[in-house]
């Protein structure tokens, strides 16, 4: 059981260059979120989406994408990458049976030089 | 608003010494509690919460809606505990969760 798969886990972006994290999971959950983890900053929520086809801004959104066109992918894409960007990105999803227990990806070390 | 506040940063104990992470809360329904643990370069996994009233690890948390806490707690700290741990709230229909800034956890020997 794979659980929640991020790809990839570490990467080095130029100032504004593009590039998408790759999240599936395959627990057929219906919800599925992005947060990133700032040193004394927690996790804060980036995107986060209740069923295919449908989502929504958490409390940081600017600067990112998201799209959720099945259930199992939930891509999030950095347009114009920038320094501010530098942080470690987690995917989590939870539903169906997992019932209200979030799972989350190992992460994704994103530098922006 | 919803909000989660964890006040200590860094909370360094010896090992076999009680432990409590400071946990408190602003919601105004009623809240599902978390906590979370994130061992060294590890994903986040689900330590316990409060609906089900279990320890894990020998760590407790109860929830107090007086004082709107939800501290973690064990009597007696192990060096494996050591890791950053993160409080985390759940309201509304959106199964979204919030979290605190963490607190990391030093056991030393």
């Known amino acids: 059981n794979a659980g929640v798969t991020q790809t990839p886990k570490f990467r080095i972006l130029k100032i504004g260059q593009s590039m998408t994290l790759q999240c599936t999971q395959d627990m057929n959950h219906n919800y599925m979120y992005w947060y990133r983890q700032d040193p004394g900053m927690g996790l804060k929520l980036i995107y986060y989406?209740?069923?295919?086809?449908?989502?929504d801004k958490g409390e940081v959104p600017n600067g990112y994408n998201v799209s959720r066109s099945t259930t199992e992918d939930f891509p999030l894409r950095l347009e114009l990458a920038a320094p501010s960007q530098t942080s470690v990105y987690f995917c989590a999803s939870n539903g169906g049976s997992s019932g209200n227990t979030i799972y989350f990806g190992e992460g994704s070390w994103l530098t922006v030089v | 608003a919803q909000r989660v506040t964890q006040p200590e940063k860094l909370l360094s104990v010896f090992k076999g010494a009680p432990v409590e992470l400071k946990c408190n809360y602003s919601?105004?329904?009623?809240?599902?509690l978390f906590w979370y643990v994130q061992y060294s370069r590890q994903r986040l996994q689900l330590l316990l919460r409060h609906i089900s009233r279990e320890s894990i690890k020998g760590f407790t948390a109860d929830l107090n809606k007086g004082e709107t806490s939800f501290h973690l707690k064990k009597p007696f700290a192990q060096e494996e505990d050591s890791a950053m741990y993160y409080c985390?709230?759940?309201?509304?229909?959106?199964?979204?969760?919030?979290f605190g800034t963490g607190t990391l956890l030093a056991v030393q020997p």
């Open positions: 985390a709230l759940r309201g509304g229909a959106t199964n979204k969760l919030i």
């Open positions: 919601y105004s329904g009623s809240p599902e």
């Open positions: 989406s209740v069923g295919a086809g449908i989502t």
